[in-house]
Structures are given as structure tokens and as C-alpha cells.
């Protein structure tokens, strides 16, 4: 089973900033099969990027992913409000899928 | 609107049994791969099964594997989940997730519902 490590636990930020948050896997993830979401409370999951570096639909380009193998980034270019959030990666190139422990961008 | 809406969760005693359903609307259901992903609280996202777009594969984590069945009616928009030998640690959030794709492996999630509660305790 592939562990995706990510870091920080925590980050926190004023709107405006940028925000970087990383996804380790402990075993190259093939293809690029990896992927953001973005989770508020209460609320399911929303797909941000897959393969890696694709946006999904109608996500704004403020969000970008980059990275393969074994190291992947989320980069939020501006933090807007609607953006404190918990961030999941997840790689679905091996059996099972599985997720990262999550990245909580909060507020400073 | 694209829509996916969970049902069937509740209070259930270890060892009984639930059979969540998850009703998709406004999006061809049949050819896509569908999956079930848990959310125990305050804790992370944990994939739990899978099936595919016709209903003759289906994955299972290790965790669920001989407990857990998943299947599909293609006819009726709806998937399920048949949850049996329910243990404390199934305590979670479920929801139902769209692949974006139809073999239920090596997929992304387009879609998700809003989830259904499912607590295991005495």
C-alpha cells in the first residue's frame, strides 16, 4: 500500500498569500495518478486537481498542481477566503487508493 | 444539477447490519465507475470500495474485505452498500463518490455526495 505523507499539518495565512503544500508518497505513484481535494467543515469533498497538474471542472487557476514520483505540490496563488480549508491528496495509481492525512490552511 | 444523495446510515449495534443506497441524478449513471469512500470523525478520508460502470468488478480495502458488498442498479441510478459485521471502527461518514472513469481503478473523484452517518456503539 502506497503512504502519502503531507505536510505541514497546519499552515497558516492571511488572504492574499500563497500557500504551498506538499504530498510524499513512499513509493512512486505511476502515472501521475494523483489528486487534490479540498474539504470545509461539514461539506464532502471537492475534486481539485487530478493527474497530478489538472485542474478539474470550473476550478479557478489559482489552484495548481505539480510534482511525480514520489513528491507533489498544491499551490493556492492567492489565499481567498473561501479558501481556509482542509486540502486531502489522494493517489489512485496503485491498489488500494489511498489518501494523505490532510493539510489545514487556517487563518493567521 | 449533478447530484449524488446518500441514504440509509443510522445508530446500529456491533455486529448488526446496514444497507446504505446512494441515488445519482442528472448525469448518465451507467457507464461510470462508482466508490465508496469513509470519513471516521475528525479523522481523514479512507477509500473503502469500488465497482465498475457494469457492475462485474468490484474492489474491496482490507479493512471491509468479507464484511462489506457493494453493488449497483443500473436501471434505478442507485448504488449500495451492504455493511455487515459492523464493528466500532466502522463508525464514519460514508459518502458515494463518481469515478472519473469506468473501470473503478485508477480514477479520480468528479463527484461526491453529501454523505451518511453510520455510528456503531451499544
Known amino acids: 500500500e502506497i503512504v502519502l505523507t503531507q505536510s505541514p499539518d497546519t499552515l497558516s495565512l492571511s488572504p492574499g498569500e500563497r500557500a504551498t503544500l506538499s504530498c510524499r508518497a513512499s513509493?512512486?505513484?505511476?502515472?501521475?495518478?494523483l489528486a487534490w481535494y479540498q474539504q470545509t467543515p461539514g461539506q464532502a469533498p471537492r475534486l481539485l486537481i487530478y493527474?497530478?497538474?489538472s485542474r478539474a471542472t470550473g476550478i479557478p487557476d489559482r489552484f495548481s498542481g505539480s510534482g511525480s514520483g514520489t513528491d507533489f505540490t498544491l499551490t493556492i496563488s492567492r489565499l481567498e477566503p473561501a479558501d481556509f480549508a482542509v486540502y486531502y491528496c489522494?493517489?489512485?495509481?496503485?491498489?488500494?487508493?489511498?489518501f494523505g492525512g490532510g493539510t489545514k490552511v487556517e487563518i493567521k | 444539477e449533478v447530484q449524488l444523495l446518500e441514504s440509509g446510515g443510522g445508530l446500529v449495534q456491533p455486529g448488526g447490519s446496514l444497507r446504505l443506497s446512494c441515488a445519482a441524478s442528472?448525469?448518465?449513471?451507467?457507464?461510470?465507475?462508482m466508490t465508496w469512500v469513509r470519513q471516521a470523525p475528525g479523522k481523514g478520508l479512507e477509500w473503502v470500495s469500488a465497482?465498475?460502470?457494469?457492475?462485474?468488478?468490484?474492489y474491496y480495502a482490507d479493512s471491509v474485505k468479507g464484511r462489506f458488498t457493494i453493488s449497483r442498479d443500473n436501471s434505478k441510478n442507485t448504488l449500495y452498500l451492504q455493511m455487515n459485521s459492523l464493528r466500532a471502527e466502522d463508525t464514519a461518514v460514508y459518502y458515494c463518490?463518481?469515478?472519473?472513469?469506468?473501470?473503478?481503478?485508477?480514477?479520480?473523484?468528479?463527484?461526491w455526495g453529501q454523505g451518511t452517518m453510520v455510528t456503531v456503539s451499544s
Open positions: 463518490a463518481k469515478d472519473d472513469g469506468y473501470s473503478g481503478n485508477y480514477e479520480a473523484f468528479d463527484i
Open positions: 442528472e448525469f448518465t449513471f451507467r457507464p461510470y465507475a
Open positions: 465497482i465498475s460502470g457494469s457492475g462485474s468488478d468490484t
Open positions: 513509493q512512486s505513484v505511476s502515472s501521475s495518478y
Open positions: 493527474g497530478a497538474s
Open positions: 489522494q493517489q489512485y495509481g496503485g491498489s488500494p487508493s489511498t
